[in-house]
Every structure is written in C-alpha cells, then in structure tokens.
C-alpha cells in the first residue's frame, strides 16, 4: 500500500529544507506538518514502524522514551525536522469536560468563553504568572542532542499571544476590555509578551533549532477574531519583537495563524518580516491562490484542507497532494503538509497516503 514509508535509509537534510523555503533551492518539495496528534501518532509507531508505544510520565526514562518514539517517527517518515511545543503552564477557566467522541479515547475539556481567570486589576494582581527560570525544557533539550544527523528542530512555545490573551480573559470578557479597559488588555499582553521573550531566549540558545515556527490563531472564516488594528496595537508588535529575536540569530521565523488573516497579511510580511506562513482553509482561500499572491515574499507551508484529509479517498488524497506539489511545488518556496495539523480524527491511512504521495519520486 505505501511505497516509500517508511523510509528505509533517511537522509534528512534540515539546511537544504531551509534553503528550499527560503527561496535558494528548488530542487524537491519538503514535507512539514505542525502538529500530528498522538492518536494518529500511536498507530504509526506500533503498526508501521513496529516500535512499542510509550505515554509521556513524570518519571524521566517514560519521557525518554517517548522522545525516543517522536524523533522516530518524524525521521522514518521522511522528514527533515522535528517540530516540538509546549507551553507554559497558564491557568484558564474550565467549564466542562466531556468524551470527544474521536479515537482519542479520552476527555477535553472546553474553556469558559464568558468570564476569565482575569478580569479586574485585582485578578491580575492575584494571577499565578508562570516563571521561566523554573520551568523545565528537559523535552526540548533531549530532542536537541539525540535527533538524527542532518535533521532540525521546529519549535515554538505552545500557543501565542492572542491564543493565551483571550483564554486568560475569555473571548467574551477580552472583548468588552477592549473598549472598557484597554489599559488592562495592554498589561496583561505585555506580560505575556516579556514571559514569552524569555521562553524564546532559551530556545533560540538550542544550537539545533533551525527555526521559530509558533502558532497564534488570530482568525476564524471571514475575519481577525478582534479588528486588524487591534492586533497591530496590541499583538503584532510582540510577534515583531520575537521575529527579530530569531533573526538575529539568524534563523528564520515562520507564523501559523488559522482563519482568516488577510486583513493583516501585508503587516505580516513587511512589518513582522515573518518569513513563512501556515494554516490554510480551502473555504477562506486555496493554498495555491494564497501562494500566487504572496509566495513570491514569503514561503507557503501545508496547505492541504483538513476536510480533504479528514473525508476523502485514500487516492483523492493522493491526487490532490500531487496537485500541490506540481502547482505550488514547481514555483519553489512550498513544503508539503495539512492545511492546519492532523487532529484525531484524521484517517490514518489518509494522513500516510499524502505522506507517501509527496515522498514519490517523479
């Protein structure tokens, strides 16, 4: 059924999948992805590659091994890099937790839209603001000194500033502040923002992190979650500060941002100077429509729509992962992958065959 996974002799090449988006080679489309879940993940290990799966425990030798398995998978896959996050451990309201229904097998629990963990003065006075200096990167370090020759490290903290900002607050309470006490909005966001700079200093001190690649969902289907100049005024300016920490080391900064972001695509690029955009939806705009209009500036990461991957054929997948590769492929600049991540309720086999497609020699 698959042909080219795994892949028997891998030989990844992280400088040349740089190289590639950066615009300075051209010679093969790259496969990158944000986040494959562990439902999707697990199968993989235990049936394709044969290896015992390991969860992730308190106890060192459980995370070890579970690392052990993630650089695994991405290596015989045919990646060239590892893409890793976690995050800080910020506290936000709960409401509820419940079955999802997926072959995940366990539980989610769902934030409280209406009323944050910050509200008032006194709310974020009383915050229990997470300290970088304990936190431990033991996951980032061990992937940083055991990956493969040739292979590079992708990683971020998990979620951004808007994402944390509005789960801090609520989406409801952030957007009466906005108008009510912008004055909290904007030290609740500088908080964040120097708390992050301090997270990004270490890694960026990794010497096989090859780049800053997070994720701030600042969209949904036909817009910017808040207004575009309310993102430049109060979550833009802290994207720019981490993009010229990532380039003064001279490494490249690309930005995952879900929805509809149109409105601030120009800041993105001239402004932030991200040099890479992820997180395509067929329904706002087709990855290839999105690269005619900006690829010529920045690299275009994924773009194959999670409803594709999620509902389709094995071989429609294929088609359209072929697709990709002689259209926005062929114009240089393009890694192939989902348009968002492979959530649990992505097909295995639909997720191997854009994999194995993209994996084809033509």
Request: charge should be negative; proline fraction near 6%; charged fraction near 25%.
């Amino acid at each position: 059924m698959f042909k080219n996974i795994p892949v028997e002799h891998p030989k990844p090449d992280a400088k040349e999948f740089i190289d590639i988006l950066m615009g300075k080679k051209k010679n093969r489309v790259p496969l990158v992805e944000y986040l494959v879940n562990d439902p999707v993940r697990k199968p993989v290990m235990t049936d394709l590659l044969q290896k015992p799966w390991v969860d992730y425990l308190s106890d060192r030798d459980s995370q070890k091994a579970y690392l052990d398995n993630f650089i695994e998978f991405w290596y015989r896959l045919g990646y060239d890099v590892v893409r890793f996050e976690i995050a800080l451990p910020f506290p936000f309201h709960h409401v509820e937790t419940g079955d999802v229904g997926t072959p995940s097998s366990g539980t989610r629990s769902w934030l409280d839209e209406h009323k944050g963990a910050i509200s008032s003065w006194e709310d974020f006075e009383k915050y229990p603001w997470p300290e970088v200096e304990t936190f431990d990167f033991f996951p980032y370090e061990y992937l940083n000194d055991n990956m493969p020759e040739g292979m590079g490290l992708l990683s971020c903290h998990a979620g951004g500033i808007f994402e944390h900002l509005s789960m801090i607050m609520s989406l409801e309470g952030l957007s009466f502040a906005l108008y009510e006490n912008p004055d909290l909005v904007k030290a609740i966001t500088d908080k964040l923002g120097d708390i992050m700079t301090e997270f990004y200093r270490h890694l960026l001190d990794l010497d096989r992190v090859i780049a800053i690649f997070p994720g701030d969902d600042m969209g949904f289907r036909t817009g910017t979650m808040i207004s575009p100049q309310q993102l430049k005024d109060y979550i833009l300016p802290w994207h720019k500060n981490f993009a010229r920490m990532t380039h003064d080391k001279g490494l490249p900064y690309f930005l995952h941002s879900c929805g509809n972001v149109l409105s601030i695509m120009e800041d993105l690029i001239n402004d932030i100077k991200i040099d890479g955009k992820h997180s395509y939806e067929d329904a706002i705009i087709p990855v290839q429509d999105f690269q005619s209009r900006y690829g010529d500036r920045i690299a275009v990461l994924g773009g194959m729509d999670v409803g594709i991957l999620s509902t389709g054929s094995p071989e429609e997948i294929r088609r359209h992962a072929r697709f990709l590769i002689e259209t926005c492929g062929n114009k240089g600049r393009y890694a192939i992958g989902s348009g968002n991540s492979i959530p649990t309720y992505i097909p295995v086999i639909n997720y191997l065959s854009m994999v194995d497609e993209a994996l084809r020699e033509v």
